[in-house]
C-alpha cells in the first residue's frame, strides 16, 4: 500500500496570507489527525477527522481549519498566517482512531516571512 | 486526562552499548502506550506499541519496552546501538476510547557517538 502522502512538501508564504495543505492517507485508513511540529512548542495535536467530521481538536485558534472529504483525504487551512506558525505540518492516518498505529506522512514545512 | 514525560531530552551513548530512553505517563483510564523515531527530515515511524496484551512489547530494529503500571513508566531500550539510531524519539500516550486523541512526549534526541 502507498504510505501517507502530503502536498506540498514545502511552502514560503508572508504574514497575512493564508494556506491549504493536503494529506492523502492511507488506503482504507478513516482517521486523520494533523499535528503542528516547532523547536520550542514540540509536536502539538491539531485537530482529528473520522468519516467527515472533526472528532477532537486541539488548542489552537479558530485561524486552523481542517476538512475531510468522503475519500478520507484531508486539507488544512491557515487563515492569516502569522510569523509564528511556521513550523512542519505533519499529517497522521490510522484506521479507526488513536489508540491504533498512527502512519505519518514525510510532512509539509511551512515557512512564513 | 491523560500526559507524558520524557525524562531526558538527550541521550548521548556509544555505539554498541545499551540504549535507554525514560518515559512517564499519566492517564486516567487504561492507556494505549507508543514510541515513534523521527530521522531528521522525515516523518514519524512507529517503533512499538502497547495495549494492555503482554506488558514487554517488541518493536522493529531491536527495541524494546516495557509497560509498568505501578511506575507508570513505559522506558525504551535497546541492548546494543546502532549508529543508524541516531534520532528523535518520541512516547506517546492514548485513551483507550474512540474519542481519545493521542498525546506525545517532548522527544528525546539520541546521539551515538562512533
Known amino acids: 500500500k502507498a504510505g501517507v502522502t502530503q502536498t506540498p512538501r514545502y511552502l514560503i508564504k508572508t504574514r497575512g496570507q493564508q494556506v491549504t495543505l493536503s494529506c492523502s492517507p492511507i488506503s482504507g485508513h478513516r482517521s486523520v489527525s494533523w499535528y503542528q511540529q516547532t523547536p520550542g512548542q514540540g509536536l502539538q495535536f491539531l485537530f482529528e477527522?473520522?468519516?467527515?467530521?472533526?472528532?477532537n481538536k486541539g488548542n489552537f485558534p479558530g485561524r486552523f481549519s481542517g476538512r475531510q472529504f468522503s475519500n478520507s483525504r484531508s486539507e488544512m487551512n491557515v487563515s492569516t498566517l502569522e510569523l509564528g506558525d511556521s513550523a512542519l505540518y505533519l499529517c497522521?492516518?490510522?484506521?479507526?482512531?488513536?489508540?491504533?498505529?498512527?502512519?505519518f506522512g514525510p510532512g509539509t514545512r511551512l515557512l512564513v516571512l | 486526562a491523560q500526559s507524558v514525560t520524557q525524562l531526558d531530552s538527550h541521550v548521548s551513548v556509544s555505539e554498541g552499548t545499551p540504549v535507554l530512553l525514560r518515559c512517564n505517563y499519566s492517564s486516567s483510564y487504561s492507556p494505549s502506550l507508543f514510541w515513534y523515531v523521527q530521522h531528521p527530515n522525515k516523518g514519524l515511524q512507529l517503533l512499538l506499541k502497547y495495549t494492555s496484551a503482554a506488558t514487554l512489547v517488541k518493536g522493529i530494529n531491536g527495541f524494546e519496552a516495557e509497560f509498568k503500571k505501578s511506575e507508570t513508566s513505559f522506558h525504551l531500550t535497546k541492548p546494543s546501538a546502532h549508529m543508524s539510531d541516531a534520532a528523535e524519539y518520541f512516547c506517546?500516550?492514548?485513551?483507550?476510547?474512540?474519542?481519545?486523541?493521542?498525546?506525545f512526549g517532548d522527544g528525546t534526541t539520541l546521539t551515538v557517538k562512533p
Open positions: 477527522y473520522f468519516s467527515e467530521t472533526q472528532r
Open positions: 497522521a492516518s490510522s484506521l479507526a482512531g488513536f489508540q491504533e498505529t498512527q502512519y
Open positions: 506517546v500516550v492514548t485513551l483507550n476510547t474512540n474519542a481519545g486523541k493521542s498525546t
